[in-house]
């Protein structure tokens, strides 16, 4: 299936701690600009033989234009989720693995073994890692001691197709997953969801005709998903959608899902969150895509996808803002991303698949929980 349906299967050594510096806006070719429109014609002045395109000066001169490896030698990583102290938990979802990066060391440590799978994942107020466990469609939370509980498994009775991504609303606590249907060759041989689709693309989900990928809420205390877009809405095609990337704003008002899809044809939507945690006011913010996957949002409300080159930014209007490649040759591209660190201001990114990396940026991320706040910042 190649690179782009391996990204679509599984979901580019420093710590930060430079402030923010000026730097001289200089002349910069717009490059890979398959990945979104409007781009400017100014960049930021980063080293020769720097390919990140940043016009408004997302990164930090210190991070002299490359990305940093910090560590080599997983299955395929995915999943990034920062806690409040500004630590990273990932998966290396074919080992069943959750590692934990440690932001005062750089150490990188094994957390957790036999994770469900675990792909996508968000700290709640309460220090829980709340993890998408596909290998049997189930949503985990995960205590800080490791143990774990399953939080929902179902919808209305019936299988779901594999969580896959997850954001908690900061204001609410309310959940939200996205349910693609990528089937995984780990899953039990009789599993309904594997034997429903013996070959690739796959045309049976449980949840309704064709693939019906869908994205789900969980209002706090609850353990009993609301189907939060709809099958008979034409601009969203659940029969055949892969809903991936989620992330939403500090004030708990929007929400950003992207779609994955082999060739070009993906989109970044946007929607307006009511009260109720139900959503509406569809709009496209970016089209034309290529292997949509991971997102998270920085304080200017910048949002920074992971793809199959590696990973772009928009603003809230779908400019893009900035991009930076991840990987070379057959051995590219992202699978998700955090911001990070003792500052905030570290671009934690899960890819090329074998790998973490990370780009040390002048803006900070907006899904970190400060200690001792029920919020984000």
């Known amino acids: 299936m190649g690179v782009l349906c391996s990204f679509g299967y599984y979901s580019c050594q420093k710590n930060v701690d430079s402030p923010a510096e000026q730097t001289e ?3 910069q070719p717009d490059e890979t600009a398959e990945f ?22 997302l990164v ?17 990583t995915e999943g990034p989720a920062v806690d409040r102290w500004g630590n990273v938990f990932f998966t290396d979802q074919p080992n069943d693995r959750i590692y934990k990066w440690n932001a005062n060391t750089g150490n990188v440590s094994l957390f957790k073994q036999g994770t469900g799978r675990s792909n996508g994942m968000m700290f709640d107020k309460n220090g829980n890692l709340i993890a998408c466990a596909d ?26 197709n594999g969580p896959n991504d997850v954001w908690i609303n900061p204001k609410t606590g309310g959940m939200y997953i996205t349910d693609p249907m990528f089937p995984r060759g780990y899953w039990d041989n009789t599993d309904p969801r594997k ?4 070959g690739w693309p796959p045309v049976y989900s449980e949840q309704g005709p064709g693939i019906a990928g869908h994205v789900y809420y969980l209002a706090p205390g609850s353990h009993q998903l609301v189907r939060v877009t709809s099958a008979s809405d034409p601009d969203w095609g659940a029969s055949n959608i ?18 994955w899809t082999g060739d070009a044809t993906g989109k970044i939507r946007v929607f307006d969150i009511r009260p109720n945690g139900t ?9 034309n895509l290529r292997g949509c996957d991971g997102m998270s949002m920085d304080e200017k409300g910048n949002i920074y996808v992971s793809h199959a080159e590696g990973v772009t930014a928009f603003d809230k209007h779908g400019n893009r803002v900035f991009n930076v490649p991840c990987g070379f040759g057959n051995n590219r591209g992202a699978t998700n991303n955090v911001f990070a660190g003792q500052n905030n201001k570290l671009l934690f990114i899960t890819g090329t698949a074998d790998r973490i990396t990370s780009l040390k940026m002048n803006v900070k991320g907006v899904e970190k929980f400060e200690p001792g706040k029920g919020h984000h910042k």
């Open 279 to 287: 959503l509406t006011n569809m709009k496209t913010l970016v089209s």
């Open 135 to 160: 290998m049997h469609g189930e949503l985990w939370k995960i205590r800080p001691n490791g143990s774990h509980s399953v939080l929902v498994n179902n919808y209305n009775g019936k299988l779901l």
């Open 242 to 259: 892969f809903p991936n990337g989620i992330v939403g704003t500090p004030d708990g008002k929007k929400l950003y899902v992207n779609n």
């Open 36 to 57: 979104g429109q409007g781009a400017k014609k100014k960049g930021c002045k980063l080293p020769d033989g720097s390919t990140i395109y940043d016009p408004t000066c």
């Open 195 to 198: 034997t429903g689709n013996p």
């Open 25 to 27: 806006l200089i002349e």
């Open 60 to 76: 930090s001169p210190s991070s002299r234009g490359n990305l940093d490896t910090i560590q080599t030698g997983f299955g395929f």
